[in-house]
């Protein structure tokens, strides 16, 4: 117990300094969350090949945010000047892939061999380029670590009040053969109680207004759900408890991002509208 109070603090404490003290710290946080998260999916998937790291590492460098935030340390220039360069370095890997499994020695189904690979790169390489854009997705297009450590803040509240109200008062499962601890109440109280942490958002993180973040909360409640299903579908699936042990007695990057990367697509969609 005391293990995992002190890992859990300690690793609070290194992603909040990381998300306010630069963007250059966010920045490789989650280049190395990352790149744990795909040696994570592979554990779960059974399906491990180097390919997946040159195809995140590429993914995640070449990223538009990527981009504004290393030029200020490195000429980036030869990409910056041809826009879509970087989307067709990505899709030439993607079908490199095709090329991979072609000429592999060992015969394997290659339906299941491109459909991991695809299933790798969407579930634990795209969610972080799209977390990487959310501190700049605002009216000035600056870096704003607020923004994420919000979005952080209305997860962690997600968690804590479904958990809390299925507690005292959950009856009726969620989803039992998945996860059989998560009921129906709890899943309402996790959606109903971060609203009240979504006004304290807005009157600390000026940003974006009430109306915003009160949307912003609804729909990280609600996608964050379904993304810890999902998380614990996979885990069912690989007859496994945890993803990793990156966190002793919390778990590894999947298990404590899974609502996140799950929900990082609609937070991006979400703030692009509103900003």
Known sequence: MLQRALSGIIFVLILISAILYSRFTFYFLFFFLMLVAVYEFQKLSTYKTPFFYLLAIVSYLTS?????????YIDVSFFS?????????????????????????????????????????IYAIVPFSFLLAVPFLNSSQNYLGTTFLGCIILIWSTDTFAYLT???????????????NKTIE???????????????LSYYFTQY???????????????GAFGDLVESMFKRAANIKDSGN????????LDRFDSLI?????????LQLIS
């Open 209 to 223: 207004s009430l109306v915003e973040w009160l949307g912003l909360s609804i729909l990280i409640s609600i996608f």
């Open 262 to 270: 799950f929900a990082s697509p609609f937070i991006y969609l979400y």
């Open 186 to 200: 709890g899943s309402i109280g996790g959606l109903i109680f971060p609203l009240l942490i979504a006004g304290l």
């Open 64 to 72: 538009p945010e990527s981009l504004l935030i290393l030029k200020d």
């Open 81 to 121: 000047n041809r826009p879509n360069l970087a989307n067709s370095c990505i899709y030439v890997l993607l079908f490199m892939a095709f090329l991979r499994v072609l000429l592999q020695k060992k015969k394997n189904n290659p339906f299941k061999d491109l459909g991991l690979t695809f299933l790798t790169y």
């Open 246 to 253: 990156l966190i002793p007695g919390h778990g590894g990057v």
């Open 166 to 180: 299925g507690k005292a008062v959950g009856k009726h499962k969620l989803y039992k053969k998945i996860s059989p």
